[in-house]
């Protein structure tokens, strides 16, 4: 995408409907802020609450949630950033024709997201998992006209989706192992799981599913993408949602999953070669926007590293710095924001000197940097001070994760001061159109966030004990004393800050030299995720419509031939798998009426294989269909017999209607007779019938048809226990069948009209 996106989300100058519905948009998020917060004390203390219904009873799901201190945690990052950038879209998108629209897309991700990290139970999380991945989609593509941003939204949505079936799955895994969905009964069940033979299933799969929500690699690519977003919809995905689902499920689910080899080192690998490659990505990046998602993904490999681990140390570092970078991290999309907007673009090599006519954007540009680079006394020193402590403290590779975590945070400040000193100081490469100061709607959030970090820097108790502490708690699943402040004394931690601040400072003043040694072309690179994912569509289209032009070709003896050979594989397989059945076959003794309604259903089924013409093959299966149906009324089944008889005297109807245009089936030749379909038929119908008589010499197990007979007078007045089951018992079922037949036969009155007025035109 264009790294001037001063085009944005332009006022195209028409009046919006609807302003003062929107304008009370925010307070929905800021009440439910309010409420989250008159809970918090309680929550510290220790209580939980769960509440719900039955959803799905009979397989145990539940609509149910559950909140603790971790998923408040959460939910108050959702809640509050969310009521923030609420209040900056309003600015932002002011006059937008499709501003309500927006809104709607916004508060379904906030819907999701506040349903995930609070469902108490798995499906229910899945559920609203899905739902984020929808509504980001939704969102990323707002800007529907823009090719990048469809691109974008298309690329979220199936990298989630297709991450979120794995997810699904290992759910599952996990609600069958445990014998339960709800949540309380998942996280008491760590030690069963972790002894499971399913354990290791169980792990990739969610971890793919966590992965491809929070863009670790190799899924990264779709993050930087979606910054083909509005600017608000940036802010709040790389904040407090979309991309800290997968954190959220890594943490909720590590005492279940953690405490083992492969779940510390797999995290711990992945999440340094994330926040490695990204840092060096960021470097690359001219587009302060793309600067800052990149800056993400440094987060984010660095959360994923730190909950590979179950020191209490590096819980609390990754915890502190979750809370810490939602903070600042909104507010620096929106800082961005404000200066695309005022300025027309985002490129750092054509800004400077914004400060000079921007002084409130400066100064709240310059507390979210400096809060973002770790300097003292914001909170992000205190969030950068435990990140290193907990490094040291990572049991598998501390000179590993202490290397990876001093890399990304001098990267981290070399971008911080790209965002909050160079557009801002100097003199601009570019001619600039008259700049001034930003409404005060654009300013205000990022304001309050931005002194929110440097408030809970000077006074961490504000955050610790009924914040930090508890949600460490709940994810231990121990009793937790962190001690948050800013100064812990001389000690290693502290020298690794300084050497952060030395490296990110010396690679900001060289960051021109920098960039020219990194800027690589890696477009055409076989190592480029996006290519390989456009690739790796491409081959999906390939194959789909490979796929389509075999088993869709438009023949329906084809198609006939596909289903065929497919039941008969199956009953095949279903014979070799379980073994030899026993069967017990004696031969029958029959009336004359009865053979007679045998040897015309043989008849015309060899009539009806060998017919050279349609007229033939028509009667031949009309009299195939006559026996059949006498076979049921001989046999004490009149009312399938009718059945029968209506179905053929319909589809004879039908047919004759039609009966000018069928061709001649092989002119040419007397009989026709092709041996692979002959042996197919006979194949499936052979498998048929031993698997009829299998079934009845199988001893019945008759508890549903005694209830259909015990329930068929008394509750459904009728002693036709066949026509009770299908009017009342499965009245839905039957009446969707009555709808698929009625629109098939609209379909068909409809094309036969048609192509009578084509016929006459």
């Known amino acids: 995408m264009s790294a001037t996106g001063g085009g944005e989300n332009r006022n195209n100058g028409r009046a919006m409907p609807g302003r003062q519905l929107t304008s009370l948009t925010p307070i929905p998020p800021a009440l439910l802020t309010l409420l989250l917060l008159l809970q918090m004390p309680d929550i510290a203390s220790g209580q939980t609450f769960s509440f719900g219904f039955a959803w799905i009873a009979d397989l145990d799901v539940y609509f149910r949630f559950y909140i603790d201190a971790l998923s408040l945690l959460f939910a108050l990052l959702i809640s509050g950033i969310g009521t923030f950038v609420a209040i900056y879209a309003l600015a932002f ?21 506040l349903g995930l990290v609070l469902a108490g139970d798995l499906i229910t999380l899945f559920v609203f998992w899905e739902i984020t991945s929808i509504a980001s989609y939704l969102l990323i593509g707002f800007n529907n006209s823009s090719a990048v941003a469809r691109r974008s939204a298309l690329q979220a949505l199936l990298v989630t989706t297709l991450g979120g079936l794995c997810l699904l799955t290992g759910l599952v895994l996990l609600g069958s192992v445990v014998g339960s969905y709800e949540m309380t009964q998942v996280l008491a069940s760590g030690e069963a799981v972790r002894a499971s033979s399913l354990y290791f299933a169980i792990l990739m799969l969610l971890l793919i599913g966590a992965f491809s929500k929070s863009a670790q690699l190799p899924f990264h690519f779709w993050l930087p993408n979606a910054m083909a977003a509005p600017t608000p919809v940036s802010a709040y995905l790389h904040s407090a949602t979309m991309v800290k689902a997968g954190i959220y499920l890594l943490a909720r689910l590590h005492p279940v999953l953690g405490q083992t080899d492969i779940w510390e080192w797999t995290l711990t690998c992945t999440g340094a070669a994330t926040a490695t490659v990204a840092a060096v990505a960021a470097l690359r990046q001219t587009d302060l926007k793309l600067a800052l998602a990149y800056t993400t993904l440094i987060a984010l490999g660095t959360l994923t590293m730190f909950l590979g681990s179950d020191a209490t140390i590096v819980i609390a570092a990754a915890i502190t710095f979750l809370f810490v970078h939602s903070l600042y991290k909104a ?32 100064v709240i540009a310059l507390a979210a940097a400096l809060s973002m680079a770790g300097f003292p006394p914001f909170l992000g020193f205190i969030g950068k001070e435990l990140k290193y402590e907990g490094a040291l403290a990572v049991a598998s590779e501390p000179a590993l994760v202490a290397t990876a975590a001093v890399f990304a945070n001098a990267v981290t400040v070399t971008v911080a001061g790209m965002v909050a000193l160079k557009p801002f100081l100097g003199k601009p490469n ?28 000077l006074a961490p108790e ?24 800013l100064w812990h004394g001389l000690n290693i931690p502290l020298l690794l800050s300084i050497l952060t601040f030395g490296l990110g ?9 920098l960039r020219d040694w990194l800027t690589w072309d890696f477009s055409h690179a076989p190592t480029n995720a996006d290519l390989l994912w456009d690739k790796f569509l491409e081959k999906v289209r390939l194959v789909a419509a490979l796929q389509t032009d075999l088993l869709q070709n438009g023949v329906m003896r084809h198609y006939l ?55 033939i093959a028509i009667c031949a299966l009309g009299a195939l269909g006559v026996g059949i149906a006498l076979i049921y009324l001989f046999f004490g089944a009149p009312d399938v017999a009718i059945t029968q008889l209506l179905v053929e005297t319909l589809f004879l109807v039908l047919v004759a209607a039609i009966l000018p245009r069928l061709p001649v089936f092989s002119p040419g030749r007397k009989i026709l007779f092709r041996p692979r379909d002959a042996a197919l038929g006979g194949l499936l119908g052979l498998l048929v019938t031993l698997s009829i008589l299998v079934v009845l010499q199988t001893p019945f197990d008759s508890p549903t048809s005694t ?18 089951i299908l009017v009342d018992f499965r009245a839905l079922d039957t009446f969707g069948e009555i709808i698929v037949v009625f629109t098939a036969a609209i379909a068909a009155v409809t094309l036969l009209g048609h192509r009578l007025r084509r016929g006459k035109q």
């Open 93 to 113: 998108l002011h006059g937008h024709p499709q501003l309500r629209r927006f809104f709607l897309y916004l508060y379904l991700f906030i819907l999701g997201m």
């Open 331 to 362: 507010a620096l999309f929106m800082v961005v924001g404000v200066i695309d907007k005022q300025a027309g673009t985002r490129d750092i090599n054509k800004l400077g000197g914004l400060g000079l006519s921007m002084h409130i954007t400066f």
């Open 430 to 457: 570019h001619v600039l159109p008259k700049i001034q100061e930003a409404p005060a709607g654009l300013w205000i959030s990022p304001l309050i966030l931005g002194g929110l970090g440097l408030t809970f820097g």
């Open 462 to 485: 504000l955050v610790n004990d009924e914040l930090i502490a508890p949600a460490v708690t709940a994810i231990l699943d121990t009793s937790e004393t962190i001690d948050l402040k």
């Open 505 to 513: 400072i010396a690679m900001y003043l060289g960051l021109t030299r």
């Open 561 to 615: 031939t596909v289903v065929f050979f497919t039941i008969s594989l199956v009953l095949a397989y279903a014979f070799i798998r379980t073994g030899q059945y026993p069967l017990v076959f004696e031969w029958p003794r029959l009336n004359l009426k009865e053979w007679a309604a045998i040897l015309l259903t043989i008849g015309g089924a060899l009539m009806a294989g060998t017919a050279r013409k349609p007229l």
């Open 707 to 724: 209830f259909f007979k015990e329930a068929a007078v008394p509750q459904a007045h009728g002693r036709n226990i066949v026509n009770v």
